[in-house]
């Protein structure tokens, strides 16, 4: 109940092509649903994060759709661009845990 | 603001060794987690800290173990080095002792031969 499943493992897309990752959970205390980016060689960083209480939200390129009944959320990236090239993991946790549940990844490579 | 810093970079270490590493949380963050990944098992959480506690553990032998300061640096250390625990250990500093908004380092990248 813990788990996080994410899909696909890997996405190839064209340059302003719109890839779209996702997730599903069990748990239906998680509350807090983020999407990180990891560069080879980088740690995962912050990309954007939802809470139920909202069905989507835009920052720049990237939105994040959420369905609670469905308890399935997804990560859309507009306008793709060869440097979005990246793993991409979501993730969930709830106020009563201090850990983040991380989906398996998905590497995506944007090609010009 | 400076970010997550983690020390050292890259190490190598033989099987039966032990290793410290260190974390360096963001200045006003007083939660620190660990994870390991590894391409196999992916990202999993070690454990967390907040204000030189530890809250939560994952499931990991007690060859791991970690201390958080009284500035909210953490280390973890790892015992009788294996060969599985070859990954990458990332550090993730909170300004909160929850999962929310966790702000990772570059990672401690371990070699055990």
């Known amino acids: 109940q813990q788990q996080v499943k994410q899909s696909p493992q890997s996405l190839i897309v064209q340059k302003g092509g719109i890839p779209i990752i996702n997730c599903a959970y069990e748990n239906t205390a998680f509350d807090y649903f983020p999407w990180y980016q990891q560069f080879p060689g980088k740690g995962p960083a912050l990309l954007i994060a939802?809470?139920?209480?909202?069905s989507e939200k835009k920052e720049g390129r990237f939105t994040i759709s959420f369905n609670k009944s469905a308890k399935q959320f997804s990560l859309h990236i507009m306008d793709s661009q060869p440097g979005d090239s990246a793993t991409y993991f979501c993730?969930?946790?709830?106020?009563?845990?201090?850990?983040?549940?991380f989906g398996t990844g998905t590497r995506l490579q944007v090609f010009p | 603001k400076a970010g997550v810093t983690q020390t050292p970079r890259y190490l190598i270490k033989t099987r039966g060794q032990q290793v410290t590493l260190s974390c360096s949380p963001i200045s006003g963050h007083r939660s620190v987690s660990w994870y390991q990944q590894t391409p196999g098992q992916g990202l999993q959480f070690l454990f967390e800290y907040f204000s030189e506690t530890q809250r939560n553990k994952g499931n990991f032998p007690g060859r791991f173990s970690g201390r958080q300061f009284s500035n909210s640096r953490s280390e973890m250390n790892v015992s009788t080095l294996e060969l599985g625990d070859s990954a990458l250990y990332l550090c993730a500093s909170s300004r909160t002792a929850t999962g929310y908004e966790q702000y990772f380092g570059p990672g401690t990248r371990l070699t055990v031969t």
């Open positions: 993730a969930a946790s709830s106020e009563d845990t201090d850990k983040l549940i």
């Open positions: 939802i809470r139920p209480d909202v």
